[in-house]
């Protein structure tokens, strides 16, 4: 019988999935002063994202992230959007939309100066948190090797990996995407549908600004949102049936 290499040391939390949602536990927990293992780290593998999407960040998230040391590098890559509009096609009348919200960042309550919403693209956002975790050395990093078993051990949780290697925890946090192994190895039900949709998520230059504002557009067959970026660019989300 394979005996696991005995490579890890007792952490506190265990985090599974190294995009957005795990680097940012990590950050958070280790500044909180819990010893912390980060394994499946993707965004930790260093190269590129040919990621095209892009994050609506609310100004609360944007304050979370400033406290975790993340504001500078973040809000240099983040777009603020100081105006949304927000209308529909009515059934039938495919050429003509009709808007039914239109506010301004001093429309809403917030922080002063605040605005709505800040829009960063996906790759700026994870190579910040990335480069953050990397240098943060109360985080320990473990091999990039799929999980393959959980067990519940007296007084911790066990973790084994495909390369052979382990490690222990109080809690393992599960944050590896929708089709999440550790939901699935623990047995946790969740509820899907499928929309009947096909979305494209795309970035495009213009010749004209933006003018910092957000437009979102719902048909029946389906919504477009067009996301202010930094310079002369949007994002652009399409679902269409």
Not at 210 to 233: C, K, M, Q, T, W
Request: glycine share 10%.
């Amino acid at each position: 019988m394979e005996t696991p290499r005995q490579t890890q040391k007792n952490s506190d939390l265990l985090i599974i999935g190294g995009g957005a949602s795990g680097l940012t536990m990590a950050l958070a927990a280790a500044q909180a002063g819990f010893r912390v293992a980060l394994a499946d780290g993707g965004a930790l593998a260093g190269g590129a994202w040919p990621d095209t999407r892009s994050y609506a960040i609310a100004p609360a998230s944007m304050r979370l992230f400033s406290a975790l040391g993340l504001g500078g590098a973040l809000e240099a890559a983040a777009q603020p959007v100081r105006r949304m509009a927000i209308g529909d096609v009515p059934p039938g009348v495919p050429d003509k939309s009709l808007i039914k919200l239109d506010f301004e960042e001093g429309d809403v309550e917030s922080a002063a100066g605040a605005p709505l919403a800040f829009i960063i693209e996906s790759k700026h956002l994870l190579e910040a948190l990335a480069a953050a975790v990397r240098t943060d050395t109360r985080i320990e990093l473990l091999p990039n090797s799929p999980i393959q078993r959980i067990d519940q051990i007296p007084g911790a949780i066990e973790v084994r990996f495909a390369d052979g290697s382990g490690a222990r925890a109080q809690m393992i946090i599960g944050a590896d995407g929708r089709s999440s192994t550790v939901r699935d190895i623990c047995a946790i039900d969740v509820t899907a549908w499928a929309y009947q949709q096909t979305g494209i998520a795309a970035a495009l230059t213009h010749e004209k600004t933006h003018e910092a504002v957000a437009y979102d557009l719902f048909s029946a067959s389906g919504p477009i949102g067009v996301l202010p970026l930094r310079g002369n660019h949007s994002s652009i989300v399409w679902c269409e049936a």
